[in-house]
């Protein structure tokens, strides 16, 4: 039988993409499916479904804040992600790194791609809507930084990313993370679990 394939729609600016991404490689590799990373603008979802983010939404309530981040501390523990460090910067605008990301697809390097902004914003803090910092953060993980970013501004590239937005919307998206497995749509890191509990009765 054919192997799951899990679509992630995906923005760095989520601190939860970085803390899923690690979590849904290791679900991936038990229930043997495939984790596709769609790219796409948290800001787009947000604006074409009148969402908000969390600590926009609900910072006036203390306490569920403080119960969100209980919750993200749990779930940092129980999943062994202790390299993950709030970013200073956040939130920050993602649409020079997401282009980015699309163009890294493209140059067949979105893997290593990905892997670096995730560290450089989720575990080293640093200031990812700078187009000289994200140069550097890539040129050390040995990618071409300077031709990444000048692909960002491919009109195929931003076509691309937008497209991606709209057709997750299209799919129910309203925030991310979201999942897909086919039309089964899963919300929120705290969905792993039912996720997981999917593959398993569909695998």
């Known amino acids: 039988m054919r192997a799951p394939t899990i679509d992630f729609i995906f923005d760095f600016a989520s601190p939860n993409a970085y803390l899923s991404r690690n979590a849904l490689r290791d679900l991936a590799g038990r229930c043997g499916g495939e984790v596709r990373l769609i790219p796409c603008l948290l800001g787009g979802i947000f604006k074409a479904t009148g969402n908000q983010a969390p600590f926009t939404a609900f910072g006036h309530i203390k306490n569920k804040m403080a119960y969100e981040a209980l919750e993200m501390q749990r779930f940092v523990t129980s999943h062994g992600l202790d390299r993950y ?33 995730l560290a450089a914003m989720w575990e080293a803090g640093q200031k990812m809507d700078d187009p000289e910092v994200v140069a550097a953060v ?10 990444l970013l000048a692909a ?18 299209a799919r129910g998206a309203f925030g991310i993370p979201t ?6 749509m899963f919300f929120g890191k705290e969905r792993l679990g039912q996720l997981e509990a999917y593959l398993d009765q569909h695998g």
């Open 85 to 117: 460090r709030s970013n200073p910067h956040f939130p920050m605008n993602t649409l020079l790194v997401m282009r980015g990301m699309v163009a890294a697809q493209h140059a067949g390097v979105a893997e290593r791609y990905v892997d670096a902004v």
């Open 138 to 147: 890539l040129d050390a993980a040995g990618l071409d930084g300077a031709a």
């Open 152 to 169: 960002t501004q491919d009109p195929v590239v931003k076509a691309e990313l937008v497209a991606n937005t709209e057709a997750a919307v």
């Open 179 to 184: 999942f897909f497995v086919g039309d089964e």
